[in-house]
């Protein structure tokens, strides 16, 4: 069974802080991403990475960073979160054909 | 660009009845399309998937079908039941050297006991 783990499920931040979220597959997948939901905008990629050390920005990489040193480990960083970073983040690897998500963080920045 | 379309955006159906969601993209040269399933507050579970070559997928009383040409796919669900209730989402692999997904922003399927 793939299985794709996020650090937290639930965070709650202060408007400035540094946030990691870790996200770890054991599926040995090459490809990995970060998304964040928002009610009545959907699913948007933030980020992704094809390989280790190698990310892609997606549509929406402003206040975001990430980092691959491992291939099983994609961490979204909010170098200083804000509160319009308020949202439910989730990661997603894949090989071949089929994509898996995680359970989800849900983010809230006060 | 590609867009993906679902609609409608809820729907609520009594126990028992079959039911038809419906997933509609713009852009025809697809390489796959995944629906997944959404428990609220909660990760995507992937449900099916089907290749462009492909017409249709089934897995239990889930069936999904493809017509690229009309750029349209279709989840069938069959005698619902209430742990059926979820968001359902579509989303489209455009190319087999593309990385992104074009998500949908689901259906929210109510099934009522």
């Known amino acids: ?110 | 660009k590609q867009e993906v379309t679902q609609i409608p955006a809820a729907l609520s159906v009594p126990e028992g009845e079959n039911l038809v969601l419906n997933c509609s993209f713009t852009d025809s040269a697809i390489y796959n399309l995944q629906w997944f399933r959404q428990d609220p507050g909660k990760g995507l579970t992937s449900l099916l998937l089907i290749q462009s070559s492909q017409r249709e997928q089934t897995s239990g009383r889930l069936n999904a079908s493809l017509d690229k040409s009309s750029g349209r796919s279709t989840l069938y669900i069959a005698a619902s039941q209430p742990g059926d209730s979820a968001t359902y989402l579509c989303a489209v692999r455009s190319g087999a050297g593309s990385y992104q997904l074009t998500f949908g922003k689901g259906t929210k399927l109510s099934v009522i006991p």
């Open chain 1, 1 to 110: 069974d793939v299985k794709v783990t996020q650090s937290s499920r639930y965070l709650v931040k202060r408007t400035g802080e540094k946030v990691f979220l870790e996200c770890v597959q054991d599926m040995d997948h090459e490809n990995m991403f970060w998304y964040r939901q928002d009610p009545g905008l959907g699913l948007r990629l933030i980020y992704f990475s094809y390989d280790v050390k190698m990310k892609e920005k997606g549509d929406i990489p402003e206040g975001y960073s990430v980092s691959r040193e491992k291939k099983e480990r994609f961490s979204l960083i909010l170098e200083s979160a804000s509160t319009n970073q308020t949202s439910m983040y989730l990661c997603a690897s894949r090989t071949g054909y089929e994509q898996y998500f995680g359970p989800g963080t849900r983010l809230t920045v006060t």
